[in-house]
């Protein structure tokens, strides 16, 4: 199994299948029609998460209650994770 770099690592020092293992812990499915869509279910959220060139763009909700919001590569993992898992 591949390991992840370390929490403080800035997402563009991971590799795209480590952003994918990434991704895939915490719980996020990749869309089969999109392999650079992600769909996370919460409890309380869902969101869609996708891969960009030059960020990762995230879109909160459904219907029209809908926020979107960006985190730039250069951001570190554990305070993506942290803004992702705080939700909209």
């Known amino acids: 199994m591949r390991a992840l770099p ?3 690592t800035p997402l563009n020092q991971h590799s795209l299948g480590a952003l994918e293992l990434w991704l895939t812990s915490l719980g ?3 869309k089969k029609e999109n392999p650079c869509l992600w769909v996370w279910t919460m409890p309380q959220w869902s ?3 996708a ?3 030059d960020e990762l763009m995230v879109l909160w909700g459904e219907g029209d209650a ?3 919001f960006s985190f730039p590569y250069g951001l570190p ?3 993506v ?3 992702l898992k ?3």
Do not use: T
Request: net charge positive; no cysteine.
């Open 81 to 83: 994770e942290a803004a």
């Open 51 to 53: 891969i960009k060139k």
């Open 47 to 49: 969101a869609e998460i």
């Open 86 to 88: 705080h939700g909209p």
């Open 6 to 8: 370390p929490p403080k």
């Open 77 to 79: 993992r554990q305070d």
């Open 28 to 30: 996020a499915k990749r």
């Open 66 to 68: 809908k926020s979107q």
